[in-house]
Structures are given as C-alpha cells and as structure tokens.
C-alpha cells in the first residue's frame, strides 16, 4: 500500500506535529512510503533562505530520530524533486480560483496578511501535485489537513474523467486520538509552528522542566469533573486526548483514571518526558554529523525514479508533446 506524507520546514516542530503526523508515518513505514520535507511550501510565508535551509535538515533529522529509517522508507526534500512543481502547474490548469479561495486555510491565513502571495492561494494544488505524483493510497495527515486531501481527490477525479485514467484517488487517514492537537493556552486553536504561542506550544525540543510547566498551566476549566467533552471542556479534552495518544488508549479510559486535573496534568507530563527525552536525544547526534545530507540525495533518487513516471503520464494525458 502506497504511502506519501509531507511536513513543511516552517518552524520548530511540536507535538501536534509528532502525534497527528511523525508517530503515524513511523507506523506506517514500509519500503512504499514516501516521507517529505516539503520546503517550496515553506515559501508561502516570508522566510529567511538561510533559515529555510537549516529547517529543511532540522526536520530531517527530526524526522529520523522519530523512527523513520531512509533505508527502509523514502526520505527526501521535495525541491530536489522537479516534478512536483511541473505537475503543480498542470493541476493548476485542471482545479479552479473559486475553489481554491474557498479554502479554509487560505481565507483564514490571508486575512491576517499583507501582500498575500500567489503561492498561498495555489498551495494546496501543489500539495495535490505532492500526493498524486506516487500513486499514493494513503496520506497519514493531522485532522487540519482533510479539506486539502478532499482537493486532491477531487483533482484526481477530474483529471481522469477529463484527460482519462492517470492518477490513484488518496484517501486521508487520520490518527484516533489527537488528530488535531490544541494550543494548550486557547484551545479553540490549533498547535501550529508558524504560529507564536510559546506556552500553549509542547515543542519536541523542549526539556522536561518546561514540559512540565506548559502542561500544569494549560488552560482548563472550573467544574473539575473529568470528562471528555470537546464541546464543553476543549482544554481537559486537549490533554485527554495527547494522553491517550502517548499512551496508545482511549480518551475516556484515561478520564476514568484520574479524579483531578494536576495529577492527569503531572501524569502527562512524565508521559511526554519519556516519550520524546530519546528522540530528541537522537535529534542531537544526527544534528552533530552530516551523514543526513547523503540520505536525503538518495531518497530525492529513488522519489524521482516514481514521478518522473508519473508526471510522464499526465504529461502525454494532458497533450504536451515529448521533447527529445
Ligand atoms: N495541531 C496539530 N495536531 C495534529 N496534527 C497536526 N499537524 C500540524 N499541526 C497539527 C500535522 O502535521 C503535519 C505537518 O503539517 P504542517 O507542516 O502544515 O504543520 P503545522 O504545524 O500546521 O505548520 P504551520 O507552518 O504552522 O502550518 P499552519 O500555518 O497550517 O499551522 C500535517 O500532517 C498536519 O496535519
């Protein structure tokens, strides 16, 4: 079974990033994964190139320190990858303006822009170009991602119906629990990296006494009943839920556990410690030898060898001629 994911070299990477992506890649990694440091989506935001650059190999080596092994699963910069752009114009040329301004992300990032540019309106076409280039079946994404898998269904679809049968429809899969991880100050939001929130960010860099602290002061409620309710109680339902991820158990029989918040709260926090303590301890070596660098060109090898393929085919389906 086919598997692509990407992540986007945009910041320092949190839990969200570890529980609703990284933690199921690691599950689902066969030599049919495909795992991408997708960097030209990076650009949407404005980022210094050096920045960029130490990010992309940043990520890397998170990435590899989770659990990913580049000689079993395909580990590579999407930029090193040519045919992601290319294929993103033709799906430019399939999908529509008024789809992609209906987007929730778009509408959300760009009111809250100056100078928006062009490329934060087309991402998720590139993001389709992304999945559709490897035949993908399955996209382990975060819950935040699902309307832009729903583009890339649609795009395929089209694309077939339009040029004839080219490209396999993905489908999302998302993890049961923490599919969405929230910022632990205001848990109306997501945990994001682009995004400052010091205190209501878990960061997987981070030592096991600021764990401690963002977790005893996350925001919950004045009740004190120990119930998981999204609705009512979104800051209990947020650690709730990163419990029984950790864990591997279920929200509800992590509530049935506890009677008060600080000693679910103190609980979580050692959880987390001795979750992430060793990845980040492997984050440090890989950080300090530049083997890296050699993993990512033969994944870019080995990427290239299956969207060159697939690009050929749109290519000939769409009505460009062979240049020789
Ligand atoms: N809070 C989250 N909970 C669960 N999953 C999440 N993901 C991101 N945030 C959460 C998942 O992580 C993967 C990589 O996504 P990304 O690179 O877009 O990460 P981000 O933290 O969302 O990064 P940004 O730059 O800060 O993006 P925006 O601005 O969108 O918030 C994806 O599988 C994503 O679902």
């Not at 682009?194 to 925001?219: C, F, N, P, Q, W």
């Not at 987390?272 to 980040?280: D, G, W």
């Amino acid at each position: 079974m086919r598997v692509f994911s990407g992540i986007q070299p945009s910041g320092d990477l949190h839990v969200g990033n570890y529980l609703g992506a990284i933690k199921q890649w690691v599950a689902a990694q066969t030599s049919d994964a495909f795992y991408c440091i997708v960097d030209l989506h990076a650009l949407t935001n404005p980022v210094e190139p050096e920045i960029l650059r130490e990010r992309t190999r940043e990520i890397a080596a998170w990435i590899v320190a989770a659990g990913i092994d580049p000689d079993v699963s395909t580990l590579f910069v999407q930029s090193h990858v040519p045919y992601h752009a290319q294929l993103a114009w033709l799906l430019e040329c399939v999908a529509s303006y008024g789809e992609l301004t209906r987007m929730t992300q778009f509408k959300e990032k760009s009111a809250l822009q100056d100078g928006v540019r062009a490329g934060l309106l087309t991402y998720p076409v590139l993001m389709a170009a992304d999945i559709l280039l490897y035949d993908t079946a399955d996209v382990p994404v975060g819950d935040d991602q699902r309307q832009h898998l729903e583009l890339a269904r649609n795009l395929a679809e089209r694309f077939n119906n339009r040029y004839g049968e080219t490209f396999q429809v993905p489908r999302a899969v998302t993890p049961a629990s923490a599919a969405r991880v929230m910022d632990l100050q205001d848990p109306t939001r997501k945990m994001s990296k682009s995004v400052a929130s010091e205190l209501g960010t878990v960061y997987l860099d981070d030592r096991a006494d600021a764990i401690a602290r963002k977790i005893s002061k996350a925001v919950t409620d004045t009740d004190g009943a120990m119930v998981y309710d999204w609705d009512r109680k979104p800051g209990l339902a947020n650690l709730l839920d990163m419990f029984a991820a950790f864990e591997g158990s279920d929200p509800r029989t992590v509530a049935a556990r506890y009677q008060r918040y600080g000693d679910l709260k103190r609980e979580l926090s050692e959880l987390m410690v001795e979750s992430l303590t060793p990845i980040a301890a492997r984050y440090r070596a890989l950080r300090e030898n530049d083997a890296l660098d050699d993993v990512l060109a033969r994944g870019a090898a080995k990427a290239s060898v299956v969207a060159s393929a697939t690009y050929a085919r749109a290519a000939q389906a769409i009505g460009l001629t062979r240049g020789r």
